[in-house]
């Protein structure tokens, strides 16, 4: 099981740090991404990580120089830093692990364990 946290109801410009944690088990050795879903809109890459703490990262171009992905293996924990955040970063945020652990794909299809979102609000 994933569970992520840190969302909450900021003004444009401001910055949050969302966390994934896995309870139960170690998922160190899985590539991880988060993605984001906004209301009658599909769910969307927003960045990944290969295994490695220090390792590859991915991000979608939407967020790109604005989110920083990172891991801490030894605390099993994946974060997501969000900084400038915009009114079109609304959305339900969610961390996954893929059905292939190495691989850090771009798409959400690829992911086979969730966790169960939180909520990223932004003002303008």
């Known amino acids: 099981q994933l569970q992520a946290c840190g969302g909450g109801l900021v003004q444009a410009g401001d910055s949050l740090r969302l966390s994934c944690a896995a309870s139960?088990?170690?998922?160190?050795?899985?590539?991880v991404g988060w993605f984001r879903q906004a209301p009658g809109k599909e769910r969307e890459f927003v960045a990944a990580i290969s295994w490695s703490s220090g390792g590859a990262t991915y991000y979608a171009d939407s967020v790109k120089g604005r989110f920083t992905i990172s891991r801490d293996n030894a605390k099993n924990t994946v974060y997501l830093q969000m900084n400038s955040l915009k009114p079109e970063d609304t959305a339900v945020y969610y961390c996954?692990?893929?059905?292939?652990?190495?691989?850090?794909?771009?798409?959400?299809?690829?992911?086979?364990?969730w966790g169960q979102g939180t909520q990223v609000t932004v003002s303008s």
């Open positions: 139960g088990w170690s998922f160190s050795s899985y590539a």
């Open positions: 996954a692990a893929p059905r292939r652990r190495l691989v850090p794909s771009v798409t959400a299809n690829e992911y086979a364990f």
